[in-house]
């Protein structure tokens, strides 16, 4: 049976790299690590100490982070009512707030600070115009699959949210 022995300098590299590296070393998130295209799994508005599901119970959403330092976003309620004229031009006043109230959509550039774990997003386009041309900065977790990030300064204008992703397969 004919062994495989390793070098001096590699086995020793291991050990002390390998064996007594800290785990938060070990486990720095990249700005790498976020490229990809994500599904919303929840979006919750807390507001005076009070939780509530912003978009409600099922929402649906897509973002997407490309290697470039772009990125889109888009959050809807499952259940914004479809247009009785089926025409987007011809909604009534009480169509387009659902939707308006129901939905919101933006895209633009985007930076990770990985040692404070923040996103910033420079926002070029937005459904909520007060928006764009905006920086906005958000914390951010990924834990395997899952990435979740804190608005301090939601839409709502009160209040935090916060989305958790899934990585879409």
Not at 104 to 131: K, L, M, R
Not at 155 to 166: D, E, H, M, N, R
Request: glycine residues 8%; neutral net charge; charged residues 20%.
């Amino acid at each position: 049976m004919k062994r495989f022995i390793l070098p001096f300098s590699i086995t020793t590299s291991v050990l002390i790299f390998g064996v007594c590296l800290p785990k938060e070393v070990a486990a720095q998130t990249t700005a790498k690590d976020i490229v990809g295209t994500w599904t919303l799994v929840s979006n919750t508005l807390e507001q005076d100490g009070k939780k509530a599901d912003f978009y409600g119970p099922n929402p649906q959403g897509q973002m997407i982070f490309d290697p470039n330092g772009r990125f889109s976003a888009i959050i809807t309620r499952s259940d914004v009512p479809k247009f009785a004229s089926n025409n987007r031009e011809a909604g009534t006043a009480q169509e387009n707030k659902a939707v308006v109230q129901g939905s919101i959509a933006f895209f633009g550039t985007y930076s990770v600070n990985e040692t404070d774990e923040t996103i910033t997003t420079h926002v070029e386009g937005c459904t909520f115009p007060n928006w764009k041309g905006v920086d906005q900065k958000r914390l951010f977790k990924l834990s395997g699959d899952e990435l979740s990030w804190t608005n301090p300064a939601p839409s709502t204008g009160t209040g935090s949210s916060l989305s958790v992703w899934k990585r879409a397969q």
